[in-house]
């Protein structure tokens, strides 16, 4: 593990909304409330909601700014977790639920759901600037996908997103490979 594991959870729960929108190829993956309830059942995310068209405007609002962070220099980063822990008056508080042990909220079940997604990721983020990892969340490395990585290998190997980049990239490669022995030949 690199990071507490609500840290981990929420980094690819984070990356996981921002690749949501949409990519060339791919339409925008969070259009509707049915897309938005379903979105939050696969993060088992917990706490109000209002299930109105302005919940789910102000959590797509919140992916380019997430996105942001994923390409931002370690300043840029630093400046818009703040922001987002300052808008929302962030207070930590460990608490558990569920099956959840002991981990960090800094925002009230109450809170909108926006905001609390924004803050849960700003901790996360927080996390990963103060143990400067920063460099294992990244863009994929294909030339045409825009989805942001998470790279929690030991080994920082991590290049491609989960939507089947790495795949794609590996038989292109044997492709190459092959026609240039059969020019050679
Ligand atoms: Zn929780
Ligand atoms: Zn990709």
């Known amino acids: 593990m690199v990071f507490a594991h609500d840290t981990e959870v929420a980094l690819r729960s984070a990356a996981a909304l921002v690749n949501t929108e949409a990519r060339a190829g791919d339409p925008d993956e969070l259009t509707t409330l049915e897309q938005l309830d379903d979105f939050l059942e696969e993060w088992s995310w917990t706490g109000s909601r209002t299930h ?3 919940e789910l405007d102000a959590v797509r609002a919140l992916r380019p700014r997430l996105r942001a962070l994923w390409t931002a ?3 840029d980063a630093v400046a818009g977790v703040n922001a987002m822990l300052a808008e929302a008056h962030a207070l930590p508080q460990l608490v558990r639920h569920g099956e959840w042990s002991w981990h960090l909220h800094a925002t009230p079940p109450e809170a909108p759901l926006a905001t609390r997604m924004a803050v849960e990721a700003a901790m996360a983020f ?7 990892e920063l460099s294992r969340l990244r863009v994929c490395a294909a030339e045409d996908c825009v989805d ?3 790279d929690l290998s030991k080994n920082r190997s991590k290049r491609y997103c989960d939507g089947g980049c790495g795949n794609r990239a590996n038989v292109a490669a044997y492709r190459a490979r092959k026609s240039q022995r059969t020019a050679a030949g």
Not at 126 to 132: G, L, P
Request: glycine share 0%; proline share 0%; net charge negative.
């Open 148 to 150: 942001v990585v998470v």
């Open 73 to 75: 220099d370690t300043d």
């Open 52 to 54: 109105a068209q302005h």
């Open 126 to 132: 927080v996390d990963v600037i103060r143990a400067d």
